[in-house]
């Protein structure tokens, strides 16, 4: 009964490796984000996808590719690990793409070593 | 973009005192969200209030959209409140920006 869910929680990696992560939404929202919160815990906007076409793109690297499969899954892969991507990935989705109130995911928790 | 200024950046109380917790954005909002990350880290939503006031148990939010500032009042703090408390803003665009946060610290 998880609105937005996350896998892996955790994910530890050597630099290098390309890692996914997956994202779901039971809400039937139709717009769906990634953030990434650092170390010093602030949050920023990665990516927002308004019914699997890509709406918000924040000067992240290019290693970052999100895939929206259908409007209920974001999926965020991963090439090349670096060090600085340590980080705590979160998902949100919500109704609509103007950023309706919006519902956060558990986060998923990447250490590159 | 939007800037987003929270104050204080931290908190100390005692369990059963009241707060206030302030958030300054420099333009137009489309919405206002607030959160609380728990010490797990879990994000909750405690108010989606882009204006007026809202209530929710001890927590209740006041945002006035025109002088460009929304509240968080917490009262009879308990150590379950202990987290960081985030402000965040969105413009037409969608594009949203949080605020740094304020870490609360409830002591028993």
């Known amino acids: 009964d998880t609105a937005v869910s996350q896998t892996p929680k955790y994910l530890v990696t050597q630099m290098g490796n390309d890692k996914s992560i997956k994202c779901e939404q039971n809400?039937?929202?139709?717009?769906m984000y990634w953030y990434k919160q650092d170390s010093k815990k602030f949050l920023k906007i990665m990516f927002s996808y308004n019914n699997k076409e890509l709406i918000i793109n924040e000067t992240v690297p290019n290693r970052f590719s999100p895939k929206s499969p259908d409007k209920a899954h974001l999926n965020l892969h991963i090439n090349s690990l670096e060090l600085g991507d340590s980080a705590v990935y979160f998902c949100?989705?919500?109704?609509?793409?103007?950023?309706?109130?919006?519902?956060f995911g558990p986060g998923t928790r990447l250490t590159v070593l | 973009g939007i800037q987003v200024e929270q104050s204080p950046p931290d908190l100390i109380l005692q369990e059963g005192a009241n707060s206030t917790l302030r958030c300054n954005f420099s333009?137009?909002?489309?919405?206002l969200q607030w959160f609380h990350q728990n010490p797990w880290g879990q994000l909750i939503n405690l108010f989606y209030?882009?204006?007026g006031t809202k209530q929710n148990g001890r927590l209740s939010a006041t945002t006035v959209a025109t002088e460009r500032y929304s509240l968080l009042y917490i009262s009879s703090s308990q150590t379950t409140d202990s987290g960081v408390y985030f402000c965040a803003v969105s413009n037409k665009a969608g594009k949203s920006t949080f605020g740094d946060g304020t870490t609360l610290t409830v002591k028993p």
């Open positions: 809400l039937g929202h139709d717009t």
């Open positions: 949100a989705s919500s109704q609509d793409r103007s950023w309706d109130e919006q519902f």
């Open positions: 333009d137009s909002v489309n919405n």
């Open positions: 209030i882009p204006s």
